[in-house]
């Protein structure tokens, strides 16, 4: 293979890797992961398309926009990048959406019939408490899940946290996707601060701990609704034969669904491989 | 009649099924091409592979196709037939009351004939609901919030107009509302299915009653806090359902939230007929059992009872069915077409 060429496969890798980090902010899954990205391209002069469609031409609006600007940022924050030029295709508003993220306008302004009064970033906000409960309630059952009572779990310190070996590849995966948030959200950084605060940054009590994780469950029911219809319209769209009716996996492997399944000691083996089935099957 | 392995008969009601044209013929734009793809997205991913479908039928089917797989070959006694009429993308609307009650006068005792109205057309709407009180005697309509209508993205069950609107309802006797609030499905706002708005209308029309179709899902734990709040709120299975083939244990998950915070008495089986036919879905629902960590946590069981009650027993309360009246009765009527 010629040297302009593995560069060229390179920076498309460098590319994927880069849209791994986009979420679908409904769903907190990577929007990889997910299928959406059908394709990318690197032009000569470093321009970059990325072909994206979503499970259907229905999409919310809003959320089909979050994405296709976080993609555009994320991308174009690397350093070789010219341009970066998200495209969605087969969407009701397909055209406004690419039009205003490639002109950088707000969501307002590129489509207005769909924002009723509130910005774009209250929604961001909504959707991040969600990814933190979602991605909180999923320690805790795995904390459980390996002997920790709830009062040890209420005070344990970062510290304590970053030390627990849960035996799990996909735990410690889930694991490192919390201490980030928890660090992004400002809620704990040093060793000795709590590992599980609320939101808001308060401390859970032992006695509050049963409706904290009634509510975080109530969170989890409403994400995995969406996270299952997601993976299975896209797939009937793609008029794929649905890979988990034989497999029993979802295309992209367990990929987070953030069940907490694997935490819980009650879930049979193939309860737990039920469970991160996330295609419907 | 579904009759279960150990003999028993359920009577059974189907709370949500549809009689719609989606056909190319139909189709006014593309808008109306994709709808209906969407619906058979849901159709091909959320059924067991037995029972996929070809697209052409799934477009459109015949009368005597839907008699055969709720009645003869499906165990419901009776079917409640929604309308939605999305005349901005059909030709001749997706399923009106007028085609869905010609339908249903081919079948004595079978349909429940439900209405539609859109409170954006003001007294039109008035009009429309006596319209449908007059010809079909409907008790109960199907309302679609999310729905396009010009520049207008929606409306809430709040709305002055709504409110008009319901209140010639209660005045009139039509008290079942079945209100689509769940995964979003047409050209709308997301926001628009928010179930916020049934608290209110809620409380203020104590004389209605609220079918929240799909439980609000996404927004399961709104449903649930309201549904705790308001005697007259109901949910609706359909979607919910048939996760029970795929991911039952997150269809355990659901059911046991929906049992603890609205209770057996206030939910109702629906197929959504056709994305999914009742036959394979009753099986199963009858077959379920709760695992016994979600009964011990949320302390609530699945009991054959409460199986009656979502099956049928619940419906008939709120349609006034008599069901011992209603069972003799369709006993006297042989099938009308042979099973297929």
Same mark, same amino acid.
Not at chain 1, 29 to 37: C, K, S, Y
Not at chain 2, 326 to 331: D, G, V
């Given at each position: +293979? ?23 902010? %409904? ?11 059908? /394709? ?7 321009? @970059?398309?990325? @072909? ?14 979050? +994405?296709?600007?976080? +993609? ?23 055209? /406004? ?41 999923? +320690? ?22 970053? /030390? ?59 994400? %995995? ?57 | ?6 003999? !028993? ?30 619906? #058979? ?25 839907? #008699? $055969? ?30 085609? =869905? ?74 008290? =079942? ?41 996404? $927004? ?9 709040? !308001? ?15 795929? $991911? ?34 009753? !099986? ?7 695992? !016994? ?23 008939? $309360?709120? #349609? ?21």
């Amino acid at each position: +293979m010629s040297a302009p060429l593995q560069q060229h496969d390179r920076k498309t890798s460098e590319v994927w890797k880069c849209l791994a980090s986009v979420t679908d902010p %409904e769903l907190d899954e990577a929007v990889t992961e997910l299928g959406f990205v059908e /394709q990318v391209t690197v032009d000569d002069n470093d321009g @970059v398309d990325i @072909v994206f469609r979503l499970p259907t031409y229905w999409c919310s609006a809003n959320f089909a926009f979050l +994405m296709a600007d976080d +993609m555009r940022k994320a991308v174009s924050a690397l350093p070789w990048v010219r341009e970066a030029r998200p495209r969605l295709r087969e969407h009701m508003v397909a055209e /406004q959406i690419n039009r205003g993220v490639r002109e950088g306008k707000p969501f307002g302004e590129a489509l207005r019939e769909f924002a009723p009064g509130g910005s774009l970033d209250e929604l961001r906000e909504k959707f991040q408490r969600k990814a933190f409960e979602r991605r909180q309630e999923f +320690m805790i059952l795995a904390l459980r899940g390996v002997g920790y009572e709830d009062p040890a779990i209420c005070r344990m310190d970062l510290r304590t946290f970053d /030390q627990v070996d849960f035996h799990a590849e996909e735990v410690a995966r889930q694991k490192v996707r919390y201490l980030q948030i928890l660090a992004e959200r400002d809620l704990a950084a040093l060793p000795g601060d709590r590992a599980f605060v609320t939101y808001e940054g308060r401390p859970i009590r032992p006695h509050e701990m049963a409706s904290h994780l009634q509510r975080l469950r109530g969170v989890r029911i409403n994400m %995995e609704f969406n996270s299952a219809l997601c993976r299975g319209l896209l797939a009937a769209r793609d008029g794929e034969p649905d890979a988990d009716r034989a497999a029993g996996t979802s295309r992209g492997g367990c990929g987070g669904c953030g069940s907490g399944c694997a935490g819980q000691p009650v879930a049979s083996p193939s309860v737990i491989a039920e469970k991160h089935s996330i295609v419907p099957s | 009649m579904f009759i279960t392995p150990t003999g !028993e008969e359920v009577f059974v009601v189907d709370g949500h099924t549809h009689f719609w044209d989606g056909s190319p013929a139909n189709q006014l734009n593309i808008h109306g091409k994709q709808f209906i793809d969407c619906f #058979y997205a849901y159709h091909s991913s959320l059924s067991p592979k037995e029972q996929l479908w070809p697209k052409d039928q799934f477009e459109k089917y015949s009368a005597e196709q839907m #008699y $055969r797989d709720l009645f003869v070959d499906g165990p419901d006694d009776m079917a409640i037939v929604q309308s939605t009429y999305l005349t901005e993308f059909y030709k001749n609307g997706f399923n009106t009351i007028d085609r =869905n009650a010609e339908m249903a006068k081919k079948y004595k005792d079978r349909f429940i004939v439900n209405g539609a109205f859109d409170p954006r057309d003001g007294e039109k709407a008035l009009e429309y609901i006596h319209y449908m009180k007059e010809t079909f005697g409907i008790k109960g309509v199907k309302l679609y919030t999310a729905e396009w209508k010009g520049d207008s993205r929606g409306w809430k069950l709040t709305d002055p107009n709504a409110y008009r609107c319901f209140e010639l309802c209660a005045k009139l006797g039509i008290t =079942n509302i079945h209100v689509h609030k769940g995964p979003t499905i047409i050209p709308l706002d997301k926001d628009a299915f928010d179930v916020h708005d049934v608290d209110h209308a809620a409380t203020d029309f104590q004389g209605l009653n609220f079918i929240i179709e799909h439980c609000g899902l996404p $927004r399961l734990d709104d449903f649930c806090w309201i549904a705790v709040q !308001e005697t007259n709120v109901y949910g609706g299975l359909a979607v919910a359902l048939p996760f029970i083939h795929g $991911r039952p244990r997150y269809f355990a998950e659901v059911i046991s939230e929906l049992l603890f915070w609205v209770g057996e008495d206030k939910l109702l089986f629906g197929s959504d007929y056709a994305i999914w036919t009742p036959r394979w879905l009753v !099986e199963k629902f009858w077959n379920f059992e709760l695992p !016994e960590d979600l009964k011990q946590e949320h302390g609530v069981d699945l009991t054959p009872q409460a199986k009656k009650k979502i099956l049928g027993l619940n419906a008939a $309360r709120l #349609y006034g069915v008599d069901v011992e009246a209603q069972k003799a009765k369709l006993a006297k009527t042989p099938h009308v077409i042979a099973a297929g």
